[in-house]
């Protein structure tokens, strides 16, 4: 569905972004992109919906080559939320913000009502409805951001530096909606830093460094590898790190302090039963 | 004398219904690095705001309580000399560093004070040893990485020599290696210099680290004010909007169910090795 084949690109300056990048994201994957500060992340993403175009190689979005489509085409499938929400909001108030999108991609108005009041009830910002969106604080703008998105309903949904100034109330309910989109068939990418919010979802990790894929896979395996983690600037999971320090561990990695939880009252009661 | 002292602290904003801090007091000794914990809105910002003076002197509000930062009153202080006591790290270090050279970036700071060349000479340098940054002397700030422009902005506020530095979110933009070599930085700093931090973090597994208290603010007014093992271990601290790190949670949970754990924060390391599993 989403495809880089041998992308590689160079900044104006000269800088090489990508480079030989192959990735291929199926319809319905949670996948996440981990990787130092400056790896090309953001310039992944951005190939996504043709804001850059590959120096070299090729992206197909849905079957089309970027270089064919335009980024308001492609952002009818894929929906972005910049890690930024300053460089995305810019109406007047919150609910046009909601509408601008909805209106290009020629939805009714009725639908588009409809549409808005979900959204703001979804993300808790009903109270901002006629408030200018430069007036929220960061949380919330991050927040008006993927209700934009959310609101026109696309097929991909890419949150770049989504826990960034979140508490945990905002990351818990972030988790719950990119894990309730997941189940409802959406692929999802996240491009991320949070390594202890990636985790309990159990992602795909596709791991970048200097432009380049190192490393693709699943989240407990990948996660595992130390040594390629440390390379890439990631740290290890706190339960991976448990995981690994135990003398008799169980087949996988915890999921989750739960997870934990209940392997190890089991194995107690072993020992003292 | 303590290093900070605030007394029933409440304030609101001219244009906002309600008091964004209410009757809040906290006292902090000299060399303490304290984190401050609470969900967005909670009124952080406005606390840290109260600390370097903004609040009185640049927002305007209705304002009950004092605010002393050694010694000094600061509604009744000088911008001028309340920036040479409390040092302020933004979360983008973008706000912060604009000179054609780090070292010019970091002595912009002491020019303005009129101090004497060779004495701005040995504070930029201390505070580029510090920060491990000195091979980045001549660099232009804008070609550095974001963890590079973080410390850059961090050994700016340093070389000022405040008592107290605040820092709003510091590893927020940093990868997770990046981030941790930061929070030893101010761990090697703390030490060295004796210099007192106070952190606004959401993600509590690499400050605490560092931190001899943990204070959690929720709806303007404190909550809990602790050493972080014992908010992070003995109170309920989830509905606050805090962020238990996955280990200290499970050993939390495990202590409740009267597993004998010791009773500081364990590592992740060290879980398995004090259960003997």
């Not at chain 1, 703001?120 to 703008?141: C, Q």
């Not at chain 2, 910002?45 to 305007?60: D, E, F, K, V, W």
Request: with cysteine; glycine share 8%; proline share 5%.
């Amino acid at each position: 569905m989403i495809e880089f084949e041998k992308v590689t690109f160079v900044h104006q300056s000269g800088v090489k972004a990508l480079q030989d990048v192959n990735l291929r994201i199926r319809k319905g994957e949670m996948v996440s992109i981990v990787g130092e500060n400056g790896a090309g992340k953001t310039t992944l993403v951005k190939h996504i919906i043709g804001l850059l175009k590959p120096t070299e190689g090729r992206v197909n979005v849905f079957g089309k080559d970027t270089r064919d489509a335009s980024t308001a085409q492609l952002s009818r499938m894929v929906g972005v939320a910049f890690q930024n929400p300053d460089h995305q909001l810019f109406c007047e108030t919150v609910e046009e913000e909601i509408a601008f999108g909805l209106k290009n991609f020629g939805f009714s108005p009725d639908v588009i009502e409809k549409r808005i009041n979900w959204a703001l009830g979804f993300f808790g910002l009903e109270k901002y409805r006629k408030n200018p969106p430069i007036t929220l604080s960061g949380g919330e703008k991050k927040r008006l951001t993927l209700a934009c998105i959310l609101a026109w309903d696309p097929e991909v949904i890419i949150l770049d530096e989504p826990t960034v100034g979140q508490d945990a109330i905002q990351k818990e309910k972030l988790s719950e909606i990119v894990r309730m989109l997941n189940s409802m068939g959406k692929t999802v990418v996240i491009v991320s830093h949070d390594i202890e919010f990636l985790w309990p979802m159990q992602p795909r990790v596709v791991v970048m460094s200097s432009g380049k894929i190192v490393a693709d896979g699943e989240a407990s395996s990948v996660m595992n590898d130390s040594y390629l983690l440390e390379k890439a600037r990631v740290t290890q999971p706190q339960l991976i790190r448990l995981y690994n320090s135990m003398k008799r561990k169980p087949q996988r990695p915890f999921r989750d302090v739960f997870d934990a939880e209940r392997h190890i009252m089991e194995a107690l009661s072993v020992r003292t039963g | 004398m303590a290093l900070l002292e605030i007394e029933n602290l409440n304030f609101r904003y001219l244009d906002s219904e309600r008091e964004v801090i209410q009757d809040f007091s906290l006292s902090m000794e000299h060399g303490e690095v304290l984190v401050l914990a609470g969900p967005s809105g909670c009124g952080k910002s406005t606390l840290l705001r109260a600390i370097n003076g903004l609040i009185p002197h640049m927002y305007q509000g209705e304002y009950k309580g004092r605010v002393v930062v050694d010694g000094m009153e600061v509604a009744k202080s000088e911008m001028r000399a309340l920036a040479q006591k409390v040092g302020f790290l933004f979360q983008n270090p973008e706000n912060q560093i604009f000179m054609f050279s780090v070292e010019r970036d970091i002595a912009f700071g002491l020019e303005n004070l009129g101090i004497p060349r060779q004495e701005i000479r040995e504070r930029v340098d201390n505070a580029m040893r510090l920060l491990g940054i000195t091979n980045l002397a001549k660099r232009a700030p804008h070609e550095l990485s974001d963890g590079q422009k973080q410390r850059v902005a961090l050994a700016g506020v340093l070389a000022m020599d405040p008592k107290l530095v605040i820092l709003d979110e510091p590893t927020s933009l940093l990868d997770p290696l990046t981030a941790r070599e930061l929070v030893y930085a101010i761990g090697k700093i703390n030490k060295e210099k004796g210099t007192s931090f106070i952190i606004v973090e959401h993600r509590l597994d690499l400050v605490v680290t560092v931190a001899d208290r943990l204070a959690v603010m929720y709806e303007g007014k404190k909550i809990f004010d602790d050493r972080p093992e014992k908010v992070l271990l003995e109170c309920d601290v989830e509905p606050y909007g805090v962020l238990v790190p996955a280990v200290t949670k499970l050993q939390r949970q495990l202590s409740r169910q009267g597993i004998p754990l010791p009773r500081r924060l364990l590592a992740p390391e060290e879980l398995p090795v004090e259960l003997g599993v």
